[in-house]
C-alpha cells in the first residue's frame, strides 16, 4: 500500500524524531507506535474489507469512508491515524493524534470533519 | 487538533493550503531505522493479537455451535433481524451479549487483563446485572 500525507507531516515526524534524539520518553513511545501503525498501513495488501482491532471505520464520518489505524492500550500513550483509501493500492493519511486525553467521541467527531475536508481537498487536487 | 506546544494532536494546518505527496518513500526510511525497531515490533505483535481476538465474531461463534440465525433468534425469543442486528453492531449491552452467547452455548466470560498484567475472569452475567 502506498501512502501519501500532508507536506506538513514529514515535518513533524521529523520533530518527533529530534525529540526522541534528545532522550525525550513520551515522544520515544509515540514514534515506535506511529512506526507500527504506518507499517501495518504499509504492508495492507489492499483496503480493508472488514474492520479489525486495528483498522476500524470512523462511524461519524459519513461523506467519506474514513478508518482509524490503532494500537492496543498501552497506560502512557495513544497513537492513531486517520486514514482514506481512494484505491486499493494506496493510503491518503489525513491526520495523526497522539494526544491520548483527547482522544474520544468528541475527538472523533472533529476527526470526521477534518478528514472528510483533507479527502475533499485531495480530492480536488487529483481530479 | 491544532498542533501547539505539547498537545500533541497533527493535523496539516490550513485546509487551503494543504498539498499531499508520495509518502512511501519516508515510511520506508522510518521502518527501515533499527533503533526503535524492537519497541515498534512489540506493539505490532500485540496489534496482531488484537485483531485474532477481534476476528472471532458473533457469528463466527453462532457457526461453531451450528445454528443458524433463525435458530439462535428462536432461543433468544425475537426475530432472525434482530440477531442479524447485534451480529453487525459495534457495540451491545453486556446482557444482550451474554443472551446471544448463551443462545450459542458458550459460556459467557470476559477476559480481563490489569494494568499488572495479570489476568482476571468475570462472569458476563455477574458483569451485566451490576
Same mark, same amino acid.
Do not use: D, F, T
Given at each position: 500500500m502506498r501512502i501519501t500525507w500532508p507536506t506538513s507531516f514529514a515535518a513533524r515526524v521529523a520533530e518527533l524524531q529530534e525529540e526522541v534524539a534528545g532522550g525525550d520518553r513520551l515522544a520515544r513511545k509515540r514514534l515506535a507506535a506511529l512506526r507500527a501503525l504506518l507499517e501495518a498501513l504499509r504492508e495492507?495488501?489492499?483496503?480493508?474489507e472488514q474492520e479489525s482491532a486495528t483498522f476500524k471505520r470512523v +462511524?461519524?464520518? +459519513? +461523506?467519506r469512508e474514513l478508518w482509524r489505524v490503532a494500537h492496543p492500550f498501552d497506560p502512557d500513550v495513544a497513537v492513531r491515524i486517520i486514514v482514506w483509501f481512494p484505491t486499493d493500492g494506496e493510503a491518503v493519511v489525513a491526520l495523526f493524534s497522539f494526544d491520548k486525553a483527547k482522544l474520544g467521541d468528541v475527538w472523533y467527531d472533529r476527526a470526521a470533519i477534518e478528514g472528510q475536508a483533507l479527502v475533499d481537498q485531495w480530492i480536488r487536487q487529483h481530479p | 487538533m491544532t498542533s501547539s506546544g505539547n498537545d500533541s494532536s497533527m493535523n496539516p494546518g490550513r485546509l487551503e493550503e494543504t498539498t499531499f505527496v508520495d509518502a512511501t518513500n519516508a515510511v520506508d526510511e522510518l521502518l527501515a531505522e533499527q533503533e526503535l525497531a524492537p519497541e515498534s515490533q512489540a506493539i505490532r505483535e500485540r496489534m496482531r493479537e488484537a485483531d485474532r481476538v477481534h476476528a472471532m465474531t458473533l457469528a463466527m461463534v453462532r457457526h461453531a455451535a451450528g445454528l443458524t440465525q433463525v435458530e439462535l433468534a428462536k432461543s433468544l425469543n425475537v426475530s432472525q433481524a434482530a440477531v442479524a442486528r447485534s451480529e453487525a453492531r459495534g457495540d451491545m449491552l453486556l446482557s444482550t451479549l451474554q443472551a446471544y452467547l448463551e443462545a450459542a452455548g458458550a459460556r459467557a466470560v470476559l477476559l480481563v487483563e490489569l494494568a499488572d498484567g495479570t489476568v482476571a475472569r468475570i462472569s458476563l452475567a455477574e458483569a451485566s446485572a451490576a
Open positions: 495492507l495488501p489492499a483496503k480493508p +462511524r461519524q464520518s +459519513r +461523506r | -
